[in-house]
T-cell receptor, first 111, second 110 residues
């Protein structure tokens, strides 16, 4: 059973702080990892993808992957109230297999 | 120029009815999906089609029947609706692994 685990939260951080979101996955064959952001009542939108061990930075977002520990994380620097949303972690074995999603972590950034 | 569009946005119906949700993508992607998101935000794959061919059916009751008339369309027909079918249904497409989602259809069964 392929699973992706996330802490459901809510995770509350003050404005300007770093929000750290974590995710673990069970399938060692997973090769591709994604973070999606979903605002209430909206569809998920991709914010980061990562395929190899280490860090990947894009603006205020940094994704971290550790395949040995089967661990993916997302750091959001200088958190803003507009970052308040549910963050979904997803993993895939290959391009032909659908993404398996975690249950999401709800982030609340307090002004 | 919406990339993945699904209709209707909202669907309210009674138990036992049959309903359909339509999805179209204009991205030229080969693969399309239906995901179900429950009230706790858990997104779970239901079906995956590649070039009109069913490649994944994830233990979904056979009351759910997807149909792909061409690779740009993937519709979902649901027979004999049950209360537990209430959820948001997302259509998505991909060329590799990155998913592009439609806006979702909120189905409420009363």
């Amino acid at each position: 059973q392929k699973e992706v685990e996330q802490n459901s939260g809510p995770l509350s951080v003050p404005e300007g702080a770093i929000a750290s979101l974590n995710c673990t996955y069970s399938d060692r064959g997973s090769q591709s990892f994604f973070w999606y952001r979903q605002y209430s009542g909206k569809s998920p939108e991709l914010i980061m993808s990562i395929y190899s061990n280490g860090d990947k930075e894009d603006g205020r977002f940094t994704a971290q992957l550790n395949k040995a520990s089967q661990y993916v994380s997302l750091l959001i620097r200088d958190s803003q109230p507009s970052d308040s949303a549910t963050y979904l972690c997803a993993a895939s074995v290959s391009g032909n297999t659908p993404l398996v999603f975690g249950k999401g972590t709800r982030l609340s950034v307090i002004a | 120029d919406t990339a993945v569009s699904q209709t209707p946005k909202y669907l309210v119906t009674q138990m036992g009815n049959d309903k359909s949700i339509k999805c179209e993508q204009n991205l030229g992607h080969d693969t399309m999906y239906w995901y179900k998101q429950d009230s706790k935000k858990f997104l779970k794959i239901m079906f995956s089609y590649n070039n009109k061919e069913l490649i994944i059916n994830e233990t979904v009751p056979n009351r759910f029947s997807p149909k792909s008339p061409d690779k740009a369309h993937l519709n979902l027909h649901i027979n004999s609706l049950e209360l537990g079918d209430s959820a948001v249904y997302f259509c998505a497409s991909s060329q590799a692994t990155q998913l592009h989602f439609g806006n979702g259809t909120r189905l409420t069964v009363t």
